[in-house]
């Protein structure tokens, strides 16, 4: 059995290092060949873990005394805090010491970290965040969300290629639909950048391309893999997680309303709860960084255990699959 060894930065995000280690601690009996490698300041870690039962063979610590705070100046935290969680965690990615990097940190620590320290597999021009996204037919991918704000289109040819080759391999769609988030379905549509990418990816013989997709067919299935720019990409994938939040939290006020609203809550409550939970982004992990010599792993801010208990699922997913290889292999770049 192929152990994989991710670190888990501890100090990250709104929940941490309650959450986060919870999460790891869930992940461990789940996925017997991780090997998980907390990161973060070593008494607040071992507080988080006492009169907690774990396999200590399979479960360490990475004392890092220092902690990158969201609102910080990412390539300045990354240079100086050089004793930091999420530093010190992808420094180890980098020296071959671990598989994978998984952070509910700064995104903007995270993007930095990712390209200066892992480093971009050679050919790899821009590394592109690609979160999975809950569709009414399954997941889908959003790619880019967040790293690439002014893209290139050979950049979108290439997220459109390592999105597909990731839904293939790891999410098991064979032949997923690719598609360009456009403000309409027709060719002549878009701004110049859109223009220029649409004949690129047309040409494309190793993916399936289908198009131009709006935003308000992605939530329906439109697509397996969306393809932008990290400007639009964002906005669309912040409007649909707020629309979730806010029907989510208008349809229980509804529930609760009335005695006869109450009731009728009980009756359709298992059938909801069912429904809802095919909706859940945190269920298939983070956002992976694509293109990077390792595998980093962006989650929520706010991550709770569910999230990071899934994204180790996911880096063990990824490596068994060597899916650094296939984009090699398939993209035609070199090691």
Same mark, same amino acid.
């Given at each position: 059995m192929s152990v994989t060894r991710i670190v888990v930065d501890a100090m990250g995000g709104d929940n941490a290092p309650g959450e986060i280690i919870k999460g790891a601690l869930e992940a461990?009996?789940?996925?017997?060949?991780?090997?998980?490698?907390?990161?973060?300041?070593?008494?607040?870690?071992?507080?988080? #873990?006492?009169?907690?039962?774990?396999?200590?063979?399979?479960l360490e610590i990475l004392d890092a005394p220092?902690?990158?705070?969201?609102?910080?100046?990412p390539v300045k935290a990354v240079r100086t805090k050089k004793e930091s969680s999420l530093v010190k965690g992808l420094m180890m990615v980098r020296g071959g010491e671990a598989d994978a990097f998984i952070t509910a940190g700064s995104s903007g620590a995270t993007l930095v970290g990712g390209q200066i320290i892992v480093g971009r597999i050679r050919g790899i021009e821009r590394p592109p965040f690609a979160p999975i996204i809950p569709t009414a037919t399954g997941p889908a991918l959003l790619i880019d969300c967040g790293a690439?704000?002014?893209?290139?289109?050979?950049? #979108?040819?290439?997220?459109a290629q390592m999105g597909s080759i990731y839904m293939e391999n790891v999410v098991g769609i064979r032949r997923p639909r690719v598609a360009l988030l456009n403000i309409?379905?027709?060719?002549?549509?878009?701004?110049?950048?859109?223009?220029?990418?649409?004949?690129?990816?047309?040409?494309?013989?190793?993916?399936?391309?289908i198009g131009n997709i709006e935003a308000r067919d992605i939530p329906a299935g439109g697509a397996d893999v969306v393809v932008s720019d990290a400007f639009a990409g964002n906005i669309a994938l912040k409007m649909y997680e707020g629309v979730a939040a806010t029907l989510l939290s208008e349809i229980k006020k509804g529930m609760t309303s009335t005695l006869r609203a109450k009731i009728g809550a009980l009756l359709v409550k298992p059938a909801l709860k069912e429904t809802l939970k095919s909706f859940d982004a945190s269920a298939y992990g983070g956002a992976p960084m694509l293109g990077l010599t390792g595998l980093v792993?962006?989650?929520h801010g706010n991550a709770k255990a569910n999230e990071i208990r899934n994204a180790v699922g996911q880096c063990i997913e990824w490596k068994d699959k060597a899916i650094n290889d296939r984009f090699v292999e398939e993209m035609g770049l070199k090691k």
């Open positions: 461990l009996p789940l996925y017997p060949d991780a090997h998980i490698i907390l990161s973060g300041r070593r008494e607040a870690v071992e507080a988080g #873990l006492s009169g907690k039962s774990f396999p200590s063979d399979r220092e902690v990158i705070e969201t609102g910080e100046p690439n704000v002014d893209a290139r289109a050979s950049h #979108l040819v290439q997220f309409g379905a027709e060719e002549e549509k878009g701004n110049a950048l859109i223009k220029e990418t649409m004949p690129l990816l047309r040409e494309l013989t190793n993916i399936n391309f792993v962006k989650t």
